[in-house]
C-alpha cells in the first residue's frame, strides 16, 4: 500500500474510530493516543493491509484491541466524594432530563452482556453495517443480528420499567 493510498482508505477512518474509542476508554485524551497508536501500528504494517478485505472493518479491530490493552493497563479513579465545580453547576430541566436519559441508556448499556454491548454500540453509535460488524467480531451476520436484538430488546425494557416505577412514585 502506498503512502497516498494509506492517507486515503485508512487515516481517513481514524475521524470514525475516535468515539469507539472515547467510548471504551472514557477518556478524550487517550481515546487520541489509542487511535493514534492504531494509526502507527497499521502504517508499520502498510505492506500487509493489501491483503486486507475490509480495511474498515480491521481498523476497527486494531482500534478495540489497543483500547482493550489500554483498559487492561489503566487503574480505577475512585472519587470519594463530587467536586464542589459539579456540586454548584445550576440544572436547566430539560436538558437535565434529556442528560438523565442518556446517562440511563448509557448504564443500561454498560450492563448489556460483552458481546451485546459491543454490537449495539458499533451498530446503533458508530453507524457500522452489519458486515463490518461482523468482520470487527469475526463472526456471521445472521449472529449479529441475534446479539443486536436481544440488546435492544433489554434496553427497551429496563428503560420501560425504569420510567413505570417513577411514574407509579408520582402518584
Same mark, same amino acid.
Given at each position: 500500500?502506498?503512502?497516498?493510498?494509506?492517507?486515503?482508505?485508512?487515516?481517513?477512518?481514524?475521524?470514525?474510530?475516535?468515539?469507539?474509542?472515547?467510548?471504551?476508554?472514557?477518556?478524550?485524551?487517550?481515546?487520541?493516543?489509542?487511535?493514534?497508536?492504531?494509526?502507527?501500528?497499521?502504517?508499520?504494517?502498510? #505492506?500487509?493491509?493489501?491483503?486486507?478485505?475490509?480495511?474498515?472493518?480491521?481498523?476497527?479491530?486494531?482500534?478495540?484491541?489497543?483500547?482493550?490493552?489500554?483498559?487492561?493497563?489503566?487503574?480505577?479513579?475512585?472519587?470519594?466524594?463530587?467536586?464542589?465545580?459539579?456540586?454548584?453547576?445550576? /440544572?436547566?430541566?430539560?436538558?437535565?432530563?434529556?442528560?438523565? /436519559?442518556?446517562?440511563?441508556?448509557?448504564?443500561?448499556?454498560?450492563?448489556?452482556?460483552?458481546?451485546?454491548?459491543? /454490537?449495539?454500540?458499533?451498530?446503533?453509535?458508530?453507524?457500522?453495517?452489519?458486515?463490518?460488524?461482523?468482520?470487527?467480531?469475526?463472526?456471521?451476520?445472521?449472529?449479529?443480528?441475534?446479539?443486536?436484538?436481544?440488546?435492544?430488546?433489554?434496553?427497551?425494557?429496563?428503560?420501560? #420499567?425504569?420510567?413505570?416505577?417513577?411514574?407509579?412514585?408520582?402518584?
Amino acid at each position: 500500500m502506498t503512502e497516498r493510498e494509506f492517507k486515503d482508505k485508512v487515516l481517513t477512518l481514524s475521524k470514525v474510530v475516535f468515539p469507539m474509542a472515547r467510548r471504551m476508554l472514557k477518556d478524550n485524551d487517550m481515546a487520541r493516543d489509542a487511535v493514534q497508536h492504531s494509526m502507527m501500528k497499521l502504517w508499520e504494517n502498510r #505492506k500487509e493491509l493489501d491483503k486486507c478485505t475490509n480495511i474498515k472493518a480491521f481498523t476497527y479491530t486494531v482500534v478495540r484491541n489497543v483500547c482493550i490493552d489500554e483498559l487492561k493497563r489503566k487503574k480505577p479513579v475512585i472519587f470519594d466524594e463530587i467536586p464542589q465545580s459539579i456540586k454548584d453547576k445550576p /440544572v436547566l430541566n430539560d436538558h437535565h432530563e434529556r442528560k438523565e /436519559v442518556i446517562e440511563i441508556i448509557q448504564d443500561i448499556i454498560e450492563e448489556l452482556p460483552k458481546n451485546q454491548r459491543e /454490537v449495539i454500540q458499533m451498530r446503533d453509535i458508530d453507524g457500522l453495517e452489519f458486515e463490518e460488524i461482523a468482520g470487527v467480531l469475526e463472526t456471521d451476520i445472521a449472529y449479529i443480528r441475534v446479539l443486536l436484538s436481544r440488546a435492544r430488546k433489554t434496553v427497551k425494557e429496563k428503560i420501560e #420499567k425504569i420510567y413505570a416505577y417513577e411514574a407509579i412514585g408520582r402518584r
